[in-house]
């Protein structure tokens, strides 16, 4: 009994912590490009996305990853044989380089709150597939344990998953010629009326 409520508080808590991985980056993409907003409007934009970062990183993000870390450490005590498997130790391994990102995280949310992040929200937009490619990959191992499938079935998700990451690139690079050719035009138009 113990066992299934470690498992359900496990699910639990790596929802919540990747919905924080996955809103906090995407609050970076809004923070790094509102360098690109006029005045006043690019500081109050910085300072409230700066707020939300802060607050979603120590609210819901890092709470999201205790939890899912205190209640593998309770499945482990309750069944330590499951320690053998090399399932889990491949799993730890990933979960282990998601804990890296989680931490990279926070090093760019500090860097975009004193104005000395580099990276600009294109390459943001690619860094948040990396969670998408974690949670695969994790929930692969734990569902499949030794016998993950290396069939057609696996290759088809893989390539979904690359396809929709590489179609969400494409369409905000679109957006963003689409934004710097309506802001040309209406400067001609200034222009034209001055
Ligand atoms: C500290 C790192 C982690 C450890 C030591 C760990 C360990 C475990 C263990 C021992 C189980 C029980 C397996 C079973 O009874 O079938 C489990 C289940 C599960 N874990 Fe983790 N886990 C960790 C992190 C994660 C993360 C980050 C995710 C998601 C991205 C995840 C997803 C799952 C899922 C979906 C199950 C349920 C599998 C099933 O019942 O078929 N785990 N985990």
New binding site residues.
């Given amino acids: 009994m113990a066992y299934s409520w470690f498992?359900a508080f496990?699910?639990i808590g790596?929802v919540v912590?990747?919905a924080g991985l996955f809103y906090l980056v995407r609050l970076f993409i809004y923070h790094a490009e509102a360098n690109q907003e006029p005045e006043p409007a690019r500081t109050i934009l910085k300072n409230q996305y700066q707020i939300m970062e802060k607050r979603l990183y120590n609210i819901i993000t890092t709470p999201g990853m205790f939890l899912?870390?205190a209640m593998?450490i309770g499945?482990?005590t309750t069944e330590p044989e499951?320690l053998h498997e090399g399932w889990?130790h491949f799993?730890?391994l990933f979960?282990a380089l998601?804990i890296g990102y989680h931490h990279y995280c926070s090093r760019l949310m500090k860097q975009l709150a004193a104005d000395e992040c580099r990276w600009t929200g294109q390459q943001l937009r690619a860094l948040n597939e990396a969670p998408t490619v974690?949670?695969l990959v994790?929930?692969l191992l734990?569902?499949f344990k030794n016998n993950l499938p290396t069939d057609i079935t696996v290759w088809l998700v893989f390539g979904a998953i690359i396809l929709m990451a590489v179609t969400i690139q494409l369409y905000a690079k679109k957006r963003k010629r689409d934004k710097e050719k309506l802001t040309a035009e209406i400067g001609q138009i200034a222009q034209e009326q001055s």
């Fill in positions: 498992k496990h699910i790596f912590w990747f899912t870390v593998a499945l482990i499951v889990l799993k730890l979960v998601l974690f949670l994790i929930v734990a569902v």
